[in-house]
């Protein structure tokens, strides 16, 4: 930021809260609910779900499972959204997790994240895709948040952020311990291994989306073992994956890698 305005808008949330804000930019079916899942389950940490999915349903007219319902019960202006998130604390969790999908990022004023925490997580387009059709059966690459990931990682890079951590959902889930003490490591936080597990079924800070996105997460106590997608890919897809893969292969030149 080098604009007098923009310099006051940072000064004036460094003033108001003394938490630390990370926000996981994601795309659908990556493990982001897993992941926050795990986050959740740490000492000093509280979790925030998806708080721009009203707000980008509302700008973009997108149409998404049970999204007027999502609307009703969300605050749909981002801009009042962030604020109140980033002026927010809690002595006892000092840290706020919030997980964000990259393609909420619409018609927002975007400075705010030049005081938080951000965190990339990808997919392989060939392993996301055929999930995300279970919601969104004609999805665009808008769908899938990956062009939007590399645009913020770029722009992150331009704004001084030195390289934002990204991770990958299979190294991830080939190596949840490795894979996340060094996520931890970048973050500056101790590793926790209470982070590896977490009750089964619904948490109280599940967005009401819930029942349309979450099935699979509520039935888990962890992190999945990877296995590799044994069924064919679907040929309708085919052009949507090429597009995605474009994006997909920059971002995983820099993720965190598995150490097992």
Not at 5 to 19: I, P, T, V
Not at 29 to 41: D, E, K, P
Not at 140 to 157: A, C, H, P, S, V
Not at 172 to 184: A, F, Y
């Amino acid at each position: 930021i080098v604009t007098r305005h923009g310099k006051y808008f940072m000064m004036e949330y460094a003033a108001m809260s003394n938490q630390r804000t990370i926000c996981l930019w994601s795309g659908p079916r990556n493990v982001s609910t897993a992941l926050m899942y795990s986050f959740r389950q740490r000492s000093d940490t509280r979790v925030v779900d998806e708080p721009l999915y009203g707000h980008f349903l509302r700008v973009s007219g997108a149409e998404h499972p049970a999204a007027l319902e999502v609307m009703n019960h969300t605050d749909c202006d981002g801009d009042r959204v962030m604020r109140r998130l980033l002026i927010a604390e809690n002595e006892e969790r000092p840290v706020q997790f919030i997980k964000q999908m990259a393609h909420h990022l619409v018609d927002i004023d975007e400075r705010f994240l030049r005081v938080t925490t951000n965190v990339l997580l990808i997919r392989n387009p060939g392993e996301m895709l055929p999930s995300l059709v279970n919601q969104i059966p004609r999805p665009t690459i808008r769908d899938t948040g990956l062009k939007r990931q590399w645009e913020l990682f770029e722009d992150l890079l331009l704004h001084g952020e030195h390289h934002p951590p990204v991770l990958d959902a299979r190294e991830l889930l080939l190596d949840p311990p490795g894979v996340l003490r060094k996520l931890c490591a970048i973050l500056g936080l101790a590793f926790e291994p209470a982070m590896l597990s977490w009750p089964p079924g619904p948490k109280p800070e599940d967005g009401v989306w819930a029942p349309h996105w979450y099935h699979n997460v509520h039935l888990s106590s962890g992190f999945s073992e990877y296995r590799s997608k044994d069924q064919p890919f679907p040929s309708r897809l085919e052009a949507l994956r090429e597009e995605c893969d474009h994006y997909y292969q920059r971002l995983h030149a820099h993720s965190l890698k598995a150490t097992t």
